[in-house]
């Protein structure tokens, strides 16, 4: 993908906006299979997220929290993608793919930011630390 033009950049940042001022798959579930919360310790930004787990598939999602928009619009991108999907596909999600469904190019200072869902997704669905997540 190009991060490449003004125009592009104008597309993206109303897309995150979107994201942001009318989440996807925002509250919680009634009664979640794994529930779990993570906090960004650079600002103290919460996301969390609720899965409903059936037969290896996430049936449903929903994620609460509170932050910048970068975080909890990447949080909403990431709901409405796990949505219906394999836990084997889920686990492959990474962090490129994550960066790459915000569109716009993420400073170093907001990574932590941007990645806070997909550390919820991994340490809370999979038990896995977060390796990836203190590059830099
Ligand atoms: Fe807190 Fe982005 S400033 S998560």
Same mark, same amino acid.
Request: proline share 3%; hydrophobic share 35%.
């Given at each position: 993908?190009?991060?490449?033009?003004?125009?592009d950049?104008?597309?993206?940042?109303?897309?995150?906006?979107? &994201?942001?001022?009318?989440?996807r798959?925002?509250?919680?579930?009634?009664?979640?299979?794994?529930? &779990?919360?993570?906090?960004?310790?650079?600002?103290?930004?919460?996301?969390?997220?609720?899965?409903?787990?059936?037969?290896?598939?996430?049936e449903?999602?929903?994620? &609460?929290?509170?932050?910048?928009?970068?975080?909890?619009?990447?949080?909403?991108?990431?709901?409405?993608?796990?949505?219906?999907?394999?836990?084997?596909?889920?686990?492959?999600?990474?962090? &490129?793919?994550? +960066?790459?469904?915000l569109?716009?190019?993420?400073?170093?200072?907001?990574?932590?930011?941007?990645?806070?869902?997909?550390?919820? +997704?991994?340490?809370?669905?999979?038990?896995?630390?977060?390796?990836?997540?203190?590059?830099?």
């Amino acid at each position: 993908m190009s991060t490449g033009t003004a125009a592009d950049d104008q597309f993206y940042r109303e897309y995150i906006l979107d &994201h942001y001022k009318n989440p996807r798959n925002f509250g919680r579930l009634e009664k979640p299979d794994i529930t &779990h919360e993570e906090d960004n310790p650079l600002c103290g930004d919460v996301v969390g997220m609720d899965f409903k787990v059936t037969d290896g598939v996430i049936e449903d999602v929903r994620f &609460h929290g509170r932050g910048c928009a970068i975080s909890q619009a990447s949080a909403s991108l990431l709901t409405e993608r796990l949505k219906g999907m394999a836990l084997e596909d889920a686990k492959k999600i990474d962090k &490129h793919d994550v +960066l790459g469904e915000l569109g716009i190019e993420i400073s170093p200072a907001r990574i932590k930011c941007a990645l806070l869902s997909l550390k919820v +997704l991994k340490v809370g669905a999979y038990g896995l630390a977060d390796e990836d997540e203190d590059e830099e």
